[in-house]
C-alpha cells in the first residue's frame, strides 16, 4: 500500500473532517500528503504538498510571519515544531487554501469528501 491512513488533528476522522475541514494521509509515492480540506459550504478541495513545500510559503515575499504569530498565538520557533497538520491547519485558516495549494479547478461536495475519507455521510453535513 503507498498510502497510509487518513488523519488530523483530532483521534477521529469524522471530527476532523467536519469540525477542523481537514484530513491528511501521506502518499509513499509522491512522498507527500494527500490533504482533504473544506474551502467553503459543501465544498472540498484535494491537493498534495510536501512538509517542505509547507515550510517554505513562510519565506514568500508576500508572507508576513509576525502576522502568522499573532494569529497563533506561538512563537515562530514553537510554530516550526508543530506536526504537519497542526501548520497546515494554520496556514490554510490563517491565509486560505489558495495560498497554500493554488488555485483549485475541481472542488467535491461534502458526500464526495465523506466517502474519500470514508465517513459515514449524512445530509447534515452539507449544511456545515
Not at 467536519?18 to 465544498?43: A, F, M
Not at 510559503?57 to 497563533?72: A, R, S, V
Not at 458526500?111 to 453535513?125: N, Q
Request: contains cysteine; charged residues 25%.
Amino acid at each position: 500500500m503507498c498510502i497510509t491512513n487518513w488523519h488530523g488533528l483530532d483521534p477521529e476522522k469524522e471530527i476532523c473532517l467536519l469540525k477542523y475541514g481537514l484530513l491528511v494521509r501521506w502518499d509513499r509515492r509522491s512522498k507527500s500528503y494527500q490533504c482533504l480540506y473544506k474551502v467553503s459550504r459543501n465544498k472540498w478541495g484535494v491537493s498534495n504538498i510536501t512538509p517542505n513545500q509547507l515550510d517554505n510559503i513562510l519565506f514568500e515575499d508576500w508572507f508576513e510571519i509576525e502576522n502568522l504569530q499573532k494569529f497563533t498565538g506561538t512563537p515562530l520557533s514553537v510554530w516550526i515544531g508543530l506536526s504537519f497538520e497542526k501548520k497546515l491547519y494554520n496556514l490554510i485558516n490563517f491565509c486560505g487554501p489558495i495560498d497554500v495549494f493554488g488555485t483549485i479547478y475541481n472542488f467535491s461536495s461534502t458526500r464526495e469528501a465523506c466517502k474519500l475519507a470514508r465517513v459515514d455521510f449524512s445530509p447534515e453535513y452539507s449544511m456545515i
